[in-house]
Nanobody, 117 residues
Framework: QVQLVESGGGLVEAGGSLRLSCAAS????????WSWFRQAPGKQRELVAL???????NYGDSVKGRFTISRDNAKNSVYLQMNSLKPEDTAVYYC???????????WGQGTQVTVSS
């Protein structure tokens, strides 16, 4: 089984920065796409950023220019650098690893990011 373990969440003031990490362990499959999602209370889960196997990235409109996703294939990890944080960024952030197989879709446990005003 594959497990994704997240770290790096916490409390930060508006304008500050955080760096989230997500590492895969166990019987890992070949990860094609890494993604970060977030879910705020009372809201649906939304895509924050994704990065493909060749390094192509996409971002949600609300985080463009502020967040950067990166991956380290040797470490089976994905990262989310979050700068210029806003209170509306407050949410639980989840990493996701997607492979080619129908069962190759794994989520991290979630990490809380709270941005104070």
């Amino acid at each position: 089984q594959v497990q994704l373990v997240e770290s790096g969440g916490g409390l930060v003031e508006a304008g500050g920065s955080l760096r989230l990490s997500c590492a895969a362990s166990g019987s890992i499959f070949s990860i094609n796409v890494w993604s970060w999602f977030r879910q705020a209370p009372g809201k649906q889960r939304e895509l924050v950023a994704l990065i493909g196997s060749a390094g192509a990235t996409n971002y949600g409109d609300s985080v463009k220019g502020r967040f950067t996703i990166s991956r380290d294939n040797a470490k089976n990890s994905v990262y989310l650098q979050m700068n210029s944080l806003k209170p509306e960024d407050t949410a639980v952030y989840y990493c996701n690893a997607l492979g080619r197989g129908r069962n190759d879709d794994v989520w991290g446990q979630g990490t809380q990011v709270t941005v104070s005003s």
